[in-house]
Every structure is written in structure tokens, then in C-alpha cells.
């Protein structure tokens, strides 16, 4: 039901990107957005459509609630990826607004009747697996250029690659400085959303290509060209072992763009080691939190995921190491990690740090016996509370020394089992 009822009698209204390209990729489709033509906002709001932003002309359907948008026409006008004129009235053609588009893919329309409106050749482009832009006019968007490579994450696995045309439109907007506009929020929503999708490696790859990792992200970008051991990185370089992660992270936690974050993140460190040292890494988990906090303050990064990542960059080889720690450092490690007050920290730590040893060339199905191992810990400390070392006159800081202590005695215990069964 496409709830047509309260529009203006002279409007037709259309189904329009996301929604017609995911059902005809046979993939669940998210939200709906629909166009509307022949019409202009006075009868849109007469029929009681409501206005969403001063902007666009963008209402919201009384009865479902979707976004109805009139078909419109942009111009550029200024820098970014706002400053634009915004046309639309009741000449403006479906075809046109088809064209201001992004994706030849995201440029089909579907009628009422089920009909397919297709004249940027969208079918075409989603049976080739191509990520084809509509116009030139892409180039005035630089958000595009990150949209490309959340796309490229979400349908790589589908052999899906970028049109070299648009690559080149891509290049010329990164060249230009174009993407100096955009508030780091944006990035920040499409790096988020790309780190959310099955292989966020393929975002990576595809910023590269066009140069705008080293803008956008350049503390990742610095990892590219950088080696490490190959007896225990076949993978040398430690910007593919980044790739790796990431799109292990993906399988592992599917959708947790906070674990995604971490993985990402968690050896910036290697691009700062001095180069004879290399392929050597000393300290690159105490290093790699000056850059990672950098790029979080820069992007705006939300206070969870800032966090796991620290975390994950601190102590991913505590946690490889596992075995080695003393029952007192566990603990330790667990309470830094705030693994006391929120258990599920832990999880997160132990999936990313996972998704490190696993990110390796050949070494993708290895187990992890340590994720378990540091679970079972925080299990066992968790089960000691303060009450079960209350005694008369224990308070303050004697008080929290004697439950740190019980804490450790019940890991300790807990690995004891743990390494017996
Ligand atoms: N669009 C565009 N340029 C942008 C943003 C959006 O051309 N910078 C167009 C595309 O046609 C897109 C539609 O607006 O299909 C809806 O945008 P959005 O909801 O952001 O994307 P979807 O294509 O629906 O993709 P997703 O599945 O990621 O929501």
C-alpha cells in the first residue's frame, strides 16, 4: 500500500533509490523514499503533507510518515556539499530529477503500476556491478565521494566496482580540496556506517584510489607502505593487515560499527615507528593513542566508540599475550577497561582483539582461545561483590583493596579451571 490517498489530485508519485535499487538486488530494502511530480509544496501542504526542513522541498506523508520529496533540480552555488539552488516546481521532470542524482543505481524510479523508469541505465549498471555517476554534477557534492566508498563496502562482495570515469570525477573533486568542506560529522556518519557494512575494506581501498584517505583519514592512510614481521604478518604491510581486520571485524560482529572503529584503529601506532626499527614495532600501542586520539577530537568521534577504541590500541597485545599476565595485571587490564562497571567493554575488547589475530594472510579461521580466557576473568571478578567481603570496620580504600584482592583470587581460580578443562 502505497498510501496515495492524500496526495494532490494532479501529482504522480514515484518510488525512488535505495528502496527500488535493494529490491531489485533481492536485498531487504531500509527506509522509502518517494517523488513527487507535477505538483508544488502550496498543494502538498494543502493535502496535508507535512514540511520536513526550510531547504528542500521535503514533506513527510500524514498517514505513514515517509518522505515525499518534490522533484527537483540543483545548482551548485557555493562550497561543500551545501550551497546549493534549489529548483522545483511543476516543470520539473521526473528525468531531471533523476539526473542531480548520486548512482546510475540509485537513479531508478517505480511507478504505481509496478513500472520501471530507468533513463541513466541503473538496471544495467546493477547487473554489471558498477558504481556509475548520473551526471558531472556529481563532482559538485564532495559527500559523494565517501557515499562511493560506503557503497563500494556494501556491494564489493557482490563484485561490484567503481566506473574508472567516476573514479577520475572522484580524484578531480579530492585534488581540488573539495573535501576540506565537508563538517567532520559527515565523515564520521559514513565512516560509521561503512565500518557497518560487510567489507569496510573495500571503503578504505576505494578512498585510496582516489586519494582521499590521506585526507579524510590520514593517520590510517600513513599505514599503507609500512612493514611488519612476516613471521607473524605474512601479510608485510600493515595497511592490508588494516584491510584485514576491518573486514574481519565485519564477520565477527556484523553491523558494530563501534568494533569496526577499533579495529581500524587499533595499530596506528606502527605508522610511527622510526624507520630503523622497522619491521619491528616496539610500543606501538602506547604510541598509536596520541594519532587515535587526534582523529577522534577531529571527527567528532562519540565517547563509546573513542573508548573501545583506546582500549583495543592499549591492549591488544596484553590480550594476545594472555597466557603470560599475572592473575594481578588481568584484573588490571579488566578494571581499565571499565570492564567492572560494564561488562560488555570486555566482549567488545575481546571480539576486536579477535579480529586483530584473525586479520592475519592464513590465519583467518585460527582460534583465539584468549577471547575466552579474558571472558571467563571478567566473569569470575564480576561474581565477587562488595558485600561478600564486608566485614565490621572494613570501609574506604581498605574496603577496595580487600575486593580487588578477592577479585584476583577468583580469577586466579577461574584460570586455573580454565587451563585444566
Ligand atoms: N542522494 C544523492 N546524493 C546524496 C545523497 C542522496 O543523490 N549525497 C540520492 C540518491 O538517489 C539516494 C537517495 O538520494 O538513493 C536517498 O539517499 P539515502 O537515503 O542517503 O541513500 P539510499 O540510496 O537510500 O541508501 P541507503 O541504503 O544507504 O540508505
Not at 103 to 132: C, K, M, S, W, Y
Not at 238 to 254: I, N, Q, S, Y
Not at 274 to 303: D, I
Request: aromatic residues 6%.
Amino acid at each position: 500500500m502505497t498510501a496515495t490517498v492524500a496526495l494532490p489530485a494532479e501529482a504522480r508519485v514515484y518510488l525512488v533509490g535505495g528502496a527500488v535499487r535493494d529490491a531489485l538486488l533481492g536485498r531487504t530494502p531500509g527506509d522509502r523514499d518517494w517523488v513527487v511530480v507535477g505538483t508544488d509544496a502550496a498543494a502538498m501542504r494543502a493535502a496535508g503533507f507535512k514540511t520536513v526542513g526550510a531547504d528542500f522541498p521535503v514533506f513527510l506523508h500524514p498517514l505513514t510518515g515517509e518522505e515525499y520529496a518534490l522533484a527537483r533540480t540543483e545548482r551548485k552555488s557555493g562550497r561543500g556539499y551545501t550551497g546549493f539552488v534549489v529548483h522545483s516546481d511543476r516543470s520539473v521532470t521526473l528525468e531531471d530529477d533523476l539526473l542531480r542524482r548520486d548512482f546510475t543505481i540509485n537513479a531508478i524510479a517505480q511507478g504505481d503500476d509496478g513500472a520501471l523508469i530507468d533513463p541513466l541505465g541503473g538496471q544495467r549498471d546493477l547487473e554489471a556491478g558498477v558504481l556509475r555517476h548520473c551526471s558531472p554534477a556529481f563532482a559538485e557534492d564532495p559527500l559523494r565521494v565517501l557515499r562511493a566508498a560506503r557503497f563500494m563496502a556494501r556491494f564489493a562482495p557482490l563484485g561490484f566496482t567503481v566506473h574508472p570515469d567516476t573514479l577520475a570525477l572522484m580524484r578531480g573533486m579530492v585534488a581540488a580540496g573539495e573535501l576540506a568542506h565537508l563538517v567532520p560529522e559527515r565523515v564520521w556518519q559514513e565512516l560509521k556506517r561503512a565500518l557497518g557494512e560487510a567489507q569496510p575494506s573495500a571503503f578504505l581501498r576505494t578512498l585510496r584510489e582516489c586519494g582521499a584517505l590521506a585526507v579524510v583519514l590520514p593517520e590510517v592512510d600513513a599505514l599503507y607502505g609500512v612493514p611488519q614481521r612476516a613471521e607473524y604478518h605474512p601479510e608485510v604491510d600493515t595497511g592490508m593487515h588494516t584491510e584485514r581486520v576491518v573486514d574481519m571485524a565485519a564477520r565477527l560482529a556484523p553491523g558494530d560499527a563501534a568494533i569496526g572503529f577499533a579495529a581500524l584503529t587499533h595499530d596506528l601506532g606502527k605508522a610511527l615507528t622510526p624507520r630503523e626499527v622497522l619491521p619491528k614495532h616496539p610500543m606501538h600501542e602506547q604510541t598509536g593513542l596520541a594519532p587515535l586520539a587526534a582523529l577522534c577530537a577531529r571527527l567528532k568521534v562519540p565517547n563509546a566508540e573513542t573508548q573501545l577504541a583506546a582500549d583495543a590500541c592499549r591492549e591488544h597485545l596484553n590480550v594476545h599475550r594472555f597466557d603470560e599476565l599475572r592473575d594481578a595485571t588481568v584484573f588490571d587490564l579488566i578494571e581499565r577497561c571499565g570492564g567492572l562497571r560494564q561488562g560488555s567493554r570486555i566482549d567488545a575488547l575481546a571480539l576486536v582483539c579477535e579480529a586483530d589475530k584473525r586479520g592475519r594472510l592464513g590465519h583467518s579461521e585460527a582460534d583465539y582461545p584468549q577471547a575466552r580466557a579474558l571472558l571467563a576473568c571478567r566473569d569470575a571478578a564480576l561474581t565477587v561483590q562488595a558485600k561478600d567481603v564486608m566485614r565490621e570496620g572494613l570501609e574506604g580504600p581498605a574496603l577496595g583493596e580487600a575486593l580487588r584482592k578477592a577479585r584476583i583470587q577468583a580469577i586466579s581460580a577461574a584460570r586455573r579451571s580454565f587451563s585444566a578443562a
